[in-house]
């Protein structure tokens, strides 16, 4: 339907007007289509511009897919962190996994896959490659940020070997933003 790039500009353009007068941090995920596609990656660096206060944007983008135009996810980021915004690889660890592009890119945060952090307790080699991650970027002074932290367990594992951040059940369940102030 040729729809995607529509919508990819009208979701971040809502979302920015909803959180305009708002005073939380939040994340917009953004794929390869999305930033190699000059007029929707230029539109979003313009509403950037124009946010008040653009230290609250973090623009995660899909570690999911490979990242074959480097050259222009990379003057991406520049432009997006010279605005102000924060950069996270989201999902890492799920697919094209490339320290050498983390190191490279130098994102604020790197998100820990779920694949990798659900059974973390049980599977020796899913922790081995969560520390190799929390120690590598902990170097480079980039956040880690554990997803689909679950229970209490999961949480002390993660916390023990470095994990910066959790996002999980554990916490809370995906809940309006009017709800939240009961948490």
């Known amino acids: 339907s040729r ?4 919508l990819t500009r009208t979701i971040i353009l809502k979302a920015m007007n909803y959180m ?8 917009l995920n953004l794929s390869m289509a999305d930033i190699a596609d ?15 206060e653009p230290n609250r944007v973090i623009f995660e983008i899909l570690e999911t897919e490979e990242i074959d135009e480097f050259e222009l996810i990379s ?9 102000g915004a924060k950069i996270a690889i989201d999902d890492f660890g799920s697919g094209f996994s490339n320290y ?20 973390i307790t049980k ?24 997803e689909f932290v679950e229970n209490e367990e999961i949480f002390n594992k993660l916390k023990s070997i470095g994990v910066d951040e959790f996002q999980g059940y554990y916490f809370a369940k995906p809940t309006p933003l009017e709800e939240l102030k009961d948490l």
């Open 100 to 119: 050498k592009e983390v190191i490279l890119l130098k994102p604020d945060y790197v998100k820990i896959d779920s694949s990798l952090i659900k059974d």
């Open 3 to 6: 729809l995607y790039l529509k």
């Open 20 to 27: 305009r007068d708002k005073p939380y941090e939040f994340s």
């Open 123 to 146: 599977n020796k080699d899913n922790l081995l490659l969560v520390y190799s991650i929390v120690s590598l970027v902990a170097t480079l002074n980039i956040k880690t940020t554990a």
């Open 75 to 83: 003057k991406f980021i520049k432009d997006a962190k010279e605005i």
């Open 38 to 52: 000059m007029p929707t990656r230029n539109y979003i660096l313009e509403l950037l511009k124009s946010f008040p």
